[in-house]
């Protein structure tokens, strides 16, 4: 921000004297619009408290314990979730014994229906083997009968045999039956006897895993206690996770209603202390800004005085006239490349902008004619002077039904012709004022008489 004393510049052109009755008579609308619009400058804010401003030490404490208890309320959390985890895992555990044992017990089912089988088909081979031994004892006592016959009666059954014979046919056909017979028993023999090996072989194979399926049974047994024992000590766990999450969560909720009754009484002692202080820091604004008001209600009238000396001596020089009264003396935006506040970009800026209240009496630079007085897309509602000698000026954003004049309209310097607007492409209240010179625009602020101390954004 920056100072800048005013242009000594002037184009002179000619003066009537009504200039000056004309001057004159807007600076009365004027005095009487400020006197409806609150001067800017003249509402004096104040801070509003906060508890670094009322803090004391019967609060300090009690924001102490609430802490505390924060603290306390925070590892009582902490320790919930840790025990809520353990928990979680203690019931995962769980089903996973619970999926084992019910797989030992399919287990076991199938392996003791294994062993039933297996029992059966050995007593089975059992029955075989005994029927085989009675077979095997029958035959093996009628084939002692015939060695026995053979050697007690030795050769005279076989000379009775061989005499007995008709004929030589007969005869041989008697040796060939004795020696059959002796053949046939001892095959009969033999037959039974490799029967009862090979059924004594499935029977010992039989028995043997019947052996072995009752050891594997013997084994799954062990695992089923070994893993009932561990559900056991899983379920005593999960007790007393169960009980210790009982115990967090009535920690958990004695912690969070003590917090809430003490940050219930904390806020209303802080609130009953703010606003014990706020009645006072508004009363003390309240009188700084009627102090303000009146401060700038003799400023405005003083400025005005001056303003309208400074008509007077313009009407002499013949320069163009400040558009604003002399209070409105900043400039927000300068002739010249900017970066748009509206678009983002940079472009031109072919006129400065000077803010000021909404309603701002927007005054005639020079005399001349209003060539054009309506409503534009950028530039909002505008009013466009000629003044005849190859200049003119333009005056934007210009309030809503404000214009006092029309296109064709002849004006006076210093006469009103709108007021302070914020219409068109526009980020608040303010007059955008152009000067043109053979249709070029150039630096309103070379041509136009500013206000003393004038300040540049």
């Known amino acids: 921000m920056k100072e800048r004393q005013p242009n000594k510049k002037r184009l002179p052109v000619s003066l009537s004297l009504s200039l000056t009755l004309r001057a004159v008579s807007a600076l009365l609308c004027a005095l009487m619009l400020f006197a409806l619009v609150p001067h800017a400058g003249a509402a004096a804010a104040y801070t509003k408290a906060t508890y670094e ?23 009582t959390k902490e320790s919930l979730a840790r025990a809520e985890e353990i928990r979680a895992t203690a019931a995962e555990k769980r089903e996973i014994y619970l999926t084992m044992q019910a797989l030992y017990e399919d287990s076991l089912k199938y392996m003791e229906g294994e062993l039933i089988l297996l029992e059966k088909e050995a007593d089975d081979i059992a029955v075989k083997i005994a029927s085989l031994e009675v077979e095997y004892g029958k035959s093996y006592e009628d084939f002692l009968r015939l060695i026995k016959m053979s050697y007690e009666e030795g050769e005279a059954n076989y000379i009775d045999i061989i005499l007995g ?76 996770i169960e009980g210790e999450i009982e115990k967090l969560v009535a920690e958990s909720e004695h912690y969070t209603d003590r917090t809430d009754v003490l940050d219930a009484e904390f806020q209303k002692m802080v609130d009953e202390l703010e606003a014990e202080e706020n009645k006072k820091r508004a009363e003390a604004a309240e009188r700084a800004r009627q102090a303000a008001i009146a401060a700038a209600e003799k400023r405005r009238l003083e400025e005005e005085a001056a303003r309208l000396k400074a008509i007077e001596e313009a009407a002499r020089n013949q320069g163009f006239l400040w558009p604003l009264p002399n209070s409105c003396r900043t400039v927000s935006s300068q002739f010249g490349m900017r970066l748009h506040p509206v678009y983002g ?30 409503y534009h897309v950028s530039y909002g509602y505008y009013i466009l002077i000629d003044h005849i000698n190859g ?32 219409t068109g492409v526009s980020t608040g209240y303010h007059l955008h004022f152009e000067v043109r010179v053979n249709g070029e625009c150039v630096d309103p602020l070379k041509y136009a008489m500013a206000p003393a101390n004038l300040v540049i954004w």
């Open 53 to 75: 401003d009322v803090k004391n030490s019967t609060t300090e404490e009690m924001r102490k314990q609430i802490e505390e208890l924060r603290g306390l309320l925070d590892e």
């Open 165 to 240: 014979a008709t004929d030589l046919s007969d005869l041989l056909s008697r040796i060939e039956r004795v020696s059959s017979m002796m053949k046939y028993s001892e095959k009969v023999m033999n037959r039974l006897s490799d029967e009862k090996a090979e059924l004594s072989e499935q029977y010992d194979a039989r028995l043997a895993k019947a052996k072995e399926q009752s050891d594997r049974i013997e084994v799954y047994e062990g695992k089923q206690r070994e893993l009932e024992e561990w559900q056991a000590a899983n379920e005593a766990e999960l007790s007393a």
């Open 345 to 374: 970009k940079y472009q031109m800026h072919y006129g400065v902008d000077l803010p000021g209240p909404k309603g701002t009496p927007v005054y005639a630079s020079k005399d001349g004619k209003v060539t054009i007085a309506k």
């Open 391 to 422: 200049t003119s000026t333009l005056y934007a954003h210009l309030d809503t039904g404000s214009l006092r004049v029309k296109a064709g309209d002849t004006v006076k310097r210093g006469q009103q012709i709108a007021g302070i607007g914020t």
